[in-house]
């Protein structure tokens, strides 16, 4: 509570002694008598730029120890000006805000912890005495009271928790241990901060510590839930679990907001949404879960953000089957200490997951499997994963996702994997050293059902120094099992000396486009590719297409000259001609190095023993 300061009967006026500056911090008075004892407030002045003062202490008639200009602004006031104990705003102000605090005013009920403020307490039993709707815990089962002001309210309506320790056990509803049970629609449970908190007791054993079922409009601010994990012979409590009823994909309940609420040490999820959608999780914490931190399925069209997770077993975040859901702008450090990524996705559509942070995960960083569509993945940072950086895997062809401005760097696996789907797009990332590979297209098969990756565009992205796990093979973008038709552009590709190949098409792959590529520092070659109809062309740093000008080529006996092309891989084209008339030239051969040239007269005769200029041109064609 703010502190308020005593009053003094009909407010006598005094006057100061001598003049002061604006700075001055000990008030001389005429009689000091005439204002209350320190510490409080005084008044001077009388007009509208009257001063309001707080003075610690008082010597003879000296105010001392003045903090100035504790509301009003400070100025250079005369002998003689008026000075006295005022009502003033801060006493008003002051006075609203402590009775607001403990009266229900905008709450229509309110519970009281055992270990809040005296004054509290005292206000409390007073008002519950007068007929409000107040209930006073004990300290133990302390969810009884808060259970009776949530039941009360059986048209909706706000419980406000005070500070203080509200000690939670079980209550058990259809075979349930629960906490605390809503089920009334536009209930509002509130706290005040972390000053209040909500902890389970020892062998509570606890399935939920807050269940809120089958109701619309539920909100959960301001307070702290403390599963006190360590406790507890049993159970799988998620701090807060919000649950609808799904019927075809029809989710009936749901618009609930979860913010400022920080869980801790929960023997199941931090929390829980299922089958409420438009529901809004905000501003929150979650460590020492033992599943996921913040978990569900069929929350539709909901939005987790802002929020901090970190110290978990499991999951950081999780969204099940959504459908619109966005999680924007939290935090996720060291989850997944058992299993779990730390944002799973599941087969959600329509999903935005954007501008987190993941940090330290013991598994992957963000990931999802089967029906996922019109996904956007965008302007993360990946920091130290202990699986893949991304992983995207269905059965779903056609599904478009887009991979965009991310930052991942010490993946301990493929930076980027994308099983199994199509037209996904995968731009503008920032991949650097990791285990395994920078970005990787495969086949993926689920039950009797295979896809392969089509009409895929990986573009523009920067790839440094992976395959630190295992140099021996590792790709710094690699399309394998018939992947087709995709297009490989604009990355800058830097094997640090690690990777074995900057680019690699293998296994059945083809009928892709490569090109427009900067790549070095690949251990065995820069670029390999599998495919007869693979398009390779234009890459900075593996040479596919490639003339000039040889001078003074010698031929041999045999007429036969020798014309380096400088081509990375063996031409599949070579065009020669000699820049006199009079000679016709053949190419007799290509290998990796050069071009082979039989140089015969118009006549027909082999030239020999001779040297010329030739031009040349060179390629790598597909087909």
Not at 15 to 43: E, G, M, R, Y
Not at 164 to 181: E, K, P
Not at 183 to 195: A, K, P, Y
Not at 594 to 614: E, P, Q, S, W
Request: glycine fraction near 10%.
């Amino acid at each position: 509570m703010t502190t308020m300061y005593g009053a003094k009967v009909n407010s006598p006026l005094t006057q100061l002694s001598a003049a002061i500056t604006a700075i001055a911090t000990t008030i001389p008075l005429v009689d000091a008598s005439l204002v209350p004892d320190a510490p409080n407030i005084a008044t001077i002045g009388t007009g509208e730029d009257a001063e309001t003062i707080l003075y610690a202490a008082k010597s003879s008639n000296d105010l001392t120890s003045v903090t100035r200009e504790f509301q009003g602004t400070a100025i250079a006031w005369p002998s003689g000006t008026s000075v006295y104990r005022a009502y003033t705003a801060y006493d008003h102000d002051t006075f609203k805000s402590n009775i607001e605090m403990i009266l229900p005013i905008g709450a229509t009920s309110y519970v009281v912890a055992n270990d809040a403020p005296a004054e509290v307490k005292t206000y409390a039993t007073f008002l519950r005495g007068l007929g409000y709707n107040i209930w006073l815990c004990d300290g133990t089962d302390d969810q009884i009271q808060i259970q009776a002001a949530i039941d009360a309210l059986t048209t909706g309506g706000k419980v406000t928790l005070s500070q203080g320790t509200f000690y939670i056990d079980a209550q058990v509803y259809s075979g349930q241990r629960l906490g605390i049970n809503i089920m009334i629609d536009d209930i509002t449970l509130q706290g005040q901060g972390e000053s209040t908190v909500l902890s389970v007791v020892a062998n509570a054993n606890l399935d939920r510590v807050i269940r809120s079922a089958l109701c619309w409009g539920l909100v959960i601010r301001d307070l702290v839930i403390d599963g006190n994990k360590a406790n507890q012979a049993s159970g799988t409590a998620a701090g807060i679990t919000v649950t609808g009823i799904s019927n075809d994909q029809l989710h009936t309940k749901g618009r609930s907001t979860v913010e400022n609420v920080y869980v801790k040490n929960t023997t199941g999820d931090g929390i829980s949404l299922g089958n409420s959608e438009y529901s809004h999780i905000t501003r929150c914490k979650v460590t020492e879960a033992v599943h996921g931190a913040i978990s569900g399925d069929q929350f539709d069209y909901s939005t987790i953000e802002k929020c901090l997770v970190w110290d978990c077993d499991d999951l950081g975040i999780a969204a099940g089957s959504s459908d619109g859901t966005t999680i924007v702008n939290n935090v996720i450090i060291n989850v997944g200490r058992v299993s779990g990524a730390g944002i799973d996705i599941g087969d959600s559509v329509n999903a935005i997951v954007a501008y987190n942070t993941l940090i330290n995960l013991v598994g992957s960083g963000i990931w999802g499997e089967l029906a996922n569509a019109n996904v956007l993945i965008t302007l993360n940072i990946i920091d130290n994963c202990g699986g893949k950086g991304i992983e995207f895997a269905s059965t779903s062809a056609g599904v478009p996702i887009t991979i965009s401005f991310n930052s991942i760097d010490l993946a301990g696996d493929t930076a980027i994997k994308i099983n199994g789907l199509s037209r996904v797009k995968i731009t503008n990332n920032n991949i650097t050293n990791g285990q395994n590979m920078g970005i990787q297209l495969m086949g993926y098969t689920f039950g009797a059902v295979t896809t392969e990756c089509e009409y895929c565009e990986i573009l523009d992205n920067t790839i440094y120094n992976c395959g630190l796990g295992n140099p021996s093979w590792i790709e710094g973008i690699c399309l394998r099992d018939t992947t087709q038709y995709t297009r490989v552009e604009g990355n800058d590709i830097d094997g640090g000396g690690n990777q074995r190949y900057g680019v690699q098409e293998r296994d059945t792959s083809d009928n892709n486009y490569i090109q427009r590529n900067t790549v070095r520092n690949n251990a065995a070659e820069e670029i390999l590719y599998a495919g007869a109809s693979t398009i390779v062309r234009d890459n900075t740093g593996f040479i596919t297409e490639n003339s000039g000008v040889a001078s003074n080529v010698t031929l041999d006996a045999g007429g036969i000259g020798v014309i380096p092309h400088g081509c990375a891989i063996t031409p599949t084209y070579a065009n020669v001609q000699c820049q006199s008339d009079n000679l016709n030239v053949r190419v007799s051969s290509i290998d990796a190095t050069n071009i082979n040239i039989l140089v015969k007269d118009l006549a027909g005769a082999v030239v020999t023993a001779d040297t010329h200029d030739f031009y040349w041109r060179a390629q790598v064609a597909a087909g």
